[in-house]
């Protein structure tokens, strides 16, 4: 995205953000509670379309576009607080998604070889998996829409420690296999780890745009903007 404005009513949350992420690399977007991580992806996803900039899709500018358009474009997203279907069963929330293309990666059984126990529990309704395997499930199920770019709004939040260092794991798998991701993470040391880029976000405004590296040698960057390391 460039040159990125948006807001709500009249309220201006975002101001002016400029990032890129990379065919097959993984960028980092942190910031504090409010910085403005979701509405940059609402922005994306065409929630909330921009007021002013532009938002491309490996050249072609989507913003403005329809939120269904854009998913079909290649626009995968993995909401913040998962929103599984809870009622569906798990290969019935898979089955939904599935969008297939010519290039198209992902389908059932790769999904199912990615993540063994939803497998094990593709019968049961998705409602009664606990935290980290409904994690899983939002993850696979925007794996089955073949997106070219993945979104992801705080995969780690609110699990225990074993399942986010799981969650870690899958993210980095996928992005062995190529998949380019946006990832928002409040676990600063996770998104460190994995991403390649890194831009931090403070009040709506990019504070910092660097390599993953940089950002990991300089401990007051991190303190500053994003509390403890
Ligand atoms: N639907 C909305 N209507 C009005 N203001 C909103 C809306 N959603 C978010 N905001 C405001 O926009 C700002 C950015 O919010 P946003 O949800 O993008 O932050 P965030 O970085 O994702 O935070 P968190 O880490 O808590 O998820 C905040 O000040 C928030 O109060
Ligand atoms: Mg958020």
Not at 84 to 88: A, E, Q
Not at 102 to 106: E, F, R, T
Not at 123 to 129: F, H, N, R
């Given at each position: 995205m460039q040159g990125v404005d948006a807001l709500y009513g009249d309220s201006h949350v975002l101001h002016g953000i400029s990032f890129e992420v990379g065919a097959g690399r993984v960028l980092a977007l942190l910031g504090r509670n409010g910085a403005g991580k979701t509405t940059c992806m609402s922005a994306i996803i065409g929630f909330l379309p921009p007021r002013k900039g532009a938002i491309r899709l490996f050249g072609e500018p989507i913003a403005g576009l329809a939120p269904e358009r854009i998913a079909r474009k290649g626009v995968g997203f993995v909401p913040q607080g998962r929103r599984?279907?809870?009622?569906?069963t798990v290969r019935e929330n898979l089955r939904v998604s599935e969008r297939r293309s010519?290039?198209?990666?992902?389908n059932l059984a790769r999904v199912f070889e990615l993540f063994p126990q939803l497998e094990e529990r593709a019968?049961?309704?998705?409602?009664?998996?606990s935290g980290g395997e409904q994690q899983m499930l939002a993850i696979a199920r925007a794996l089955m829409g073949n997106p070219r770019v993945l979104l992801m709004d705080?995969?780690?939040?609110?699990?225990a420690p074993l399942i986010v260092a799981e969650v870690g794991r899958t993210i980095a798998r996928l992005k062995d296999e190529g998949q380019s991701i946006l990832l928002v993470e409040q676990n600063v040391r996770l998104a460190l780890e994995l991403a390649d880029e890194v831009v931090i976000l403070n009040t709506g405004r990019v504070a910092f745009t660097g390599s993953a590296g940089e950002a990991r040698g300089n401990e007051a960057l991190i303190t500053q903007h994003l509390g403890v390391f």
């Open positions: 599984i279907f809870p009622t569906l010519a290039s198209s990666v992902w019968e049961q309704v998705a409602g009664s998996l705080e995969p780690s939040e609110g699990l």
